[in-house]
Structure formats: structure tokens, C-alpha cells
């Protein structure tokens, strides 16, 4: 899921898909005072590059100067997430947008939380919990959410020790449907 954001946010950067900031951009930048790493990564937009808004432009410009510090093996999964994305349907692209917005709206905190425990998931679970996602209908996923959301606003609400007990409480009742 992590992945998946972080693919979103590339994709975002690289094809200008402009959903979260409201930073406005005085100035353009203009065409010639781009690197040439990132006149190489923005050619598809050379010809109308003027004609983008100023705030287009940076957000452009910071996603090909991302794209150039990326190691070959990092473009080459990105180009591939990229393909995967543009097969989805529109309806899964706002989906996927929408998450990405309501990620970013999270604490810091939250986030890093959230990536640290995708990242040590190993790949059945990641596998098994994006399933259940796909599977789930937009009301079970509404459902679902609002749960979270709730369980989220409590866990802020607890002390360490209350919280280290709550996800014990929880990691056991999640053992024993398991089991059964």
C-alpha cells in the first residue's frame, strides 16, 4: 500500500496531477532554465511548457530533479507503476487519489507509522490485505474506513502504556479468529 502511495506521488509529480497544494508560484520557470536532466524527463512537455501554470511548472521541475536521483532499477519499477496505473479503470484512479489525499492528511507521525508497518509486512500479508480492499464494495469500504478512523481517534486519546496494551488486545483477538 506504502508502495503503491509512493507510486502515486511520482505519478502525480511527473504527470502533474495537482490535487493537494494550495502553495501558489508567483513565477514561471522558464524552459531554458531547466537542467538538462530535467529537460530530458519533462521533454513531453516542451512544446507546451509555457503555456503551464507557473504552479505546474515547479511541481514538474522537483518531480524530473526526483526522477534524476533515481537509481535505474527505482525508474524502471516506476515506469511499471506507472503502465499498472493507466490500466486502471477511472472509477480505481479516483479511488487511489482519494487515499493518497486522505493519507496526506494524516499527522507526520501517523504516516511514518503507517509506512514503517507496510514496509515490515511481508509480502503474503501485503497481498492478502489488497485483496481484501479490491474485494470490499464501496459501502464495506466506507464501513471500514470510519472503524479506522475511529480506532485511530482513540489510540491519540491513550497513554503509551494504554495503547501498547489496546494493540496486545487486539493482535490476540485477531490470533484467535485465526485460529477458529
Known sequence: MVRLIKYITLLTTLLSITLLSNTAFAESIPWDALSAEQQHALSPFKDNWDQLPAKRQHKLSKGAKRWATMSPEQKEKAKQRLERFKSLSDEEKALIR???????????????????????????????????????????????????????????????????????????????????
Not at 145 to 152: E, L, P
Open 98 to 180: 482519494d487515499r493518497r489525499r486522505e493519507f496526506k492528511k494524516l499527522p507526520p507521525e501517523e504516516r511514518r507509522a503507517l509506512q514503517q508497518k507496510w514496509h515490515r509486512m511481508n509480502p503474503e500479508k501485503k497481498r492478502h490485505f489488497r485483496e481484501r480492499m479490491k474485494n470490499m464494495s464501496v459501502e464495506e469500504r466506507k464501513a471500514f474506513k470510519a472503524k479506522r478512523k475511529q480506532v485511530r481517534e482513540q489510540m491519540r486519546n491513550m497513554t503509551p502504556e494504554e495503547r501498547k496494551a489496546f494493540k496486545a488486545d487486539r493482535r490476540l483477538r485477531k490470533q484467535q479468529r485465526q485460529d477458529n
